[in-house]
């Protein structure tokens, strides 16, 4: 038995490659279909909280519905759809990203105690 760990797909070329077929099946077009791509961030997060509730069993009526795996691919979701979200902003989307990872890097790390 092998301890193979299945290759990862790139994650930009993969990006680019969903924005595409995203873009030949959006239902609605223009400034709109923008605008509803980036709220459905909004409903990536909502099922994250739906997940962490259900993985805790938070609602007593309910128990325990969700597993932490589930949170895990919930948050995948998440961040797939907001790189999405800024794909559909820019096509520079990855340098965009990159900078302001970059940004957030240095102001964190050169504010952490030493």
Known sequence: MSDHTPPVP???ATIDTLS???DTHRPVE????VLLRILKLSEEVGEVSEAVIGATGQNPRK???HTWDDVQAELCDVVITALMALRTLTPEAREVFGR????????SLSSAPR
């Open 20 to 22: 595409e077929w995203l």
């Open 100 to 107: 302001h990872l970059e940004r957030v890097r240095e102001r």
């Open 63 to 65: 128990g325990v519905t």
């Open 30 to 33: 223009g400034r709109e279909g």
């Open 10 to 12: 790139d994650l930009w």
